[in-house]
């Protein structure tokens, strides 16, 4: 069974930072690519981030560009994404999804999605 698994999100101030983890099971790690997208209240679901296992190459929304790092543990089947300089238009549910491919833009190529988790960040 493939299973993402998304952590560390909370509440933070604005400047903070914080971890996210995405924890992949049930397939075949370095295959495939993982995105990290989020979902403001109203707003649809953005890509903001994404790493392709096998070979590191990484993507970046504008928005995160220069603030957010993405990273993949293979041994540990995670992806992380570091989040520096956070901005209360941050806030949102952050969820991870898998791709067997490379990174796209379309939220539609990617096969399975974890249950997110939300990040606030306040002013």
């Known amino acids: 069974e493939v299973q993402l698994v998304e952590s560390g999100g909370g509440r933070v101030q604005a400047g903070g930072s914080l971890r996210l983890s995405c924890a992949a099971s049930?397939?075949?790690?370095?295959?495939?690519?993982i995105g990290w997208f989020r979902q403001a209240p109203g707003k649809e679901r953005e890509g903001i981030s994404c790493?392709?296992?096998?070979?590191?190459?990484?993507y970046y929304a504008d928005s995160v560009k220069g603030r957010f790092t993405i990273s993949s543990d293979n041994a540990k089947n995670t992806v992380y994404l570091q989040m520096n300089s956070l901005k209360p238009e941050d806030t949102a549910v952050y969820y991870c999804?898998?791709?067997?491919?490379?990174?796209?833009?379309?939220?539609?190529?990617?096969?399975?999605w974890g249950q997110g988790t939300q990040v606030t960040v306040s002013s």
């Open positions: 999804a898998s791709i067997p491919q490379p990174c796209t833009a379309d939220l539609d190529d990617y096969d399975y």
């Open positions: 790493i392709s296992s096998g070979d590191g190459s990484t």
């Open positions: 049930g397939f075949t790690f370095d295959d495939y690519a």
